[in-house]
T-cell receptor, first 114, second 115 residues
Framework: GENVEQHPSTLSVQEGDSAVIKCTYSDSASNYFPWYKQELGKRPQLIID?????GEKKDQRIAVTLNKTAKHFSLHITETQPEDSAVYFC?????????????FGAGTQVVVTP | EAEVAQSPRYKITEKSQAVAFWCDPISGHATLYWYRQILGQGPELLVQFQDESVVDDSQLPKDRFSAERLKGVDSTLKIQPAELGDSAMYLC?????????????FGQGTRLTVV
């Protein structure tokens, strides 16, 4: 089955700096890679995702890159703000025509200090 | 906005007792997931349904855990008997066709404490 590893486990940045979180996956059949943000006591929520036919995707201050050959993908947050403080999870999934299966990384606690 | 509903939000139970959690996915979502999230860790997939069928329960401790989705809509996860190590957040999620049409949406979770 799929195994997703995520680094670092904690990340402290100054407000305005960039944050980068990296994940690797093991199953070459995985073709969908979402990133979830979980604030304390709340449900995980999707912030961005990428499919294997795309190398990079951006949404305002957030970007994700994918290297299929190396089986790794990364989340980049630019101009960090205090409200970016949360736990971020990467996930990988092989997706068929009818369903997919999400395996999550262990998470990265991001702390943005003013 | 449609949401995944879970109940109860919190549950305290004594070890060796039975406990059950309920999940109502977003209407029309064929795929339903149960995850266990231990504090400080990522969600761990316990069981996945496609409609009423189990498509993956390889990580479900079947000696004490069971899950069902009889009509392919709502689902129940049961633990019997509960053990101290079962204390965790139990998250339910649902999706249409993951990655192709939509994302996986999570419920608020059930926080289980076994004493």
């Amino acid at each position: 089955g799929e195994n997703v590893e995520q680094h670092p486990s904690t990340l402290s940045v100054q407000e305005g700096d960039s944050a980068v979180i990296k994940c690797t996956y093991s199953d070459s059949a995985s073709n969908y890679f979402p990133w979830y943000k979980q604030e304390l006591g709340k449900r995980p929520q999707l912030i961005i995702d990428i499919r294997s036919n795309v190398g990079e995707k951006k949404d305002q201050r957030i970007a994700v890159t994918l290297n299929k050959t190396a089986k790794h993908f990364s989340l980049h947050i630019t101009e960090t703000q205090p409200e970016d403080s949360a736990v971020y999870f990467c996930a990988a999934s092989p997706v068929t025509d009818s369903w997919g299966k999400l395996q999550f990384g262990a998470g990265t606690q991001v702390v943005v200090t003013p | 906005e449609a949401e995944v509903a879970q109940s109860p939000r919190y549950k305290i139970t004594e070890k060796s007792q039975a406990v059950a959690f309920w999940c109502d996915p977003i209407s029309g979502h064929a795929t339903l997931y149960w995850y266990r999230q231990i504090l400080g860790q990522g969600p761990e997939l316990l069981v996945q349904f496609q409609d009423e069928s189990v498509v993956d329960d390889s990580q479900l401790p079947k000696d004490r855990f069971s899950a069902e989705r009889l009509k392919g809509v709502d689902s129940t996860l049961k633990i019997q008997p509960a053990e101290l190590g079962d204390s965790a957040m139990y998250l339910c999620a649902s999706s249409l066709v993951l990655g192709l049409n939509t994302e996986a949406f999570f419920g608020q979770g059930t926080r289980l404490t076994v004493v």
